[in-house]
């Protein structure tokens, strides 16, 4: 079956960091990217950056820059996300997305979503 | 605030069909492809409509999607109460270069 799972939900304290896998299962990631999404409860959908699973390139939202990693292993066809520096606006859930590669960055848009990282920060 | 502008909310009765707009400018919609998602409360996005207006494998085609200039509709007719969602568009920003989200509509099919 073809899907992107993820890990499971998270509870953090202001300050601390948390790493989010997505496993690819049923295919391959060599020719997708992973975008990762986060949507704060309530709120839409906010896009956070994405990792070219071949090179291991990345590019962040300025947003998140310095605060966000993204990396990917083929070996296990698994790609994860830290955040460091949580804060309580950092509470949100988090999904792992494919994207296949082309010259046109998103022509053929996010056609599928892990099933989301509950991720909250609290004291 | 999003990047793409969209209504938040709009209702219609079964059988009936309505369109969801979705604003940008020349660094996003004008300069890009558009994508639509749907999301049903408590799962995650699903994609509807990839460059501008194709349905992935499985969507109906009661599912449309259109774009002109700046701006972007996604229709969709012959509605049913489980196509009660939350829709957003999405798209590539050229200037911010990276993805960007409309903040939703959410549908109600009264």
């Known amino acids: 079956q073809v899907q992107l799972v993820q890990s499971g939900a998270e509870v953090r304290k202001p300050g601390a960091s948390v790493t989010v896998s997505c496993e690819a299962s049923g295919f391959t990631l060599n020719i997708y990217n992973i975008h990762w999404v986060r949507q704060a409860p309530g709120q839409g959908l906010e896009w956070m950056g994405w990792i070219d699973t071949m090179t291991d390139a990345t590019h962040y939202q300025q947003k998140f820059q310095g605060r966000v990693t993204m990396t990917a292993d083929r070996s296990i066809s698994r790609a994860s996300l830290e955040v460091t520096g949580l804060t309580s606006d950092d509470t949100a859930v988090y999904y792992c997305?494919?994207?296949?590669?082309?010259?046109?960055?998103?022509?053929?848009?996010?056609?599928?979503w892990g099933q989301g990282t509950p991720v909250s920060v609290s004291s | 605030q999003s990047v793409l502008t969209q209504p938040p909310s709009i209702s219609a009765a079964p059988g009936q069909k309505v369109t969801v707009a979705c604003s940008g400018s020349s660094t996003n919609i004008g300069n890009s492809y558009v994508s639509w998602y749907q999301q049903v409360p408590g799962t995650a996005p699903k994609l509807l409509i990839y460059?501008?207006?194709k349905r992935p494998p499985g969507i109906p085609d009661r599912f449309s999607g259109s774009k002109s200039g700046t701006s972007a509709t996604l229709g969709i007719t012959g509605l049913q109460t489980g196509d009660e969602a939350d829709y957003y568009c999405?798209?590539?920003?050229?200037?911010?270069?990276?993805?960007?989200f409309g903040g939703g509509t959410q549908l109600t099919v009264l």
């Open positions: 997305a494919r994207v296949e590669v082309t010259a046109i960055p998103l022509i053929l848009g996010m056609d599928l």
């Open positions: 460059d501008d207006d």
């Open positions: 999405g798209t590539w920003d050229t200037s911010l270069n990276g993805a960007v």
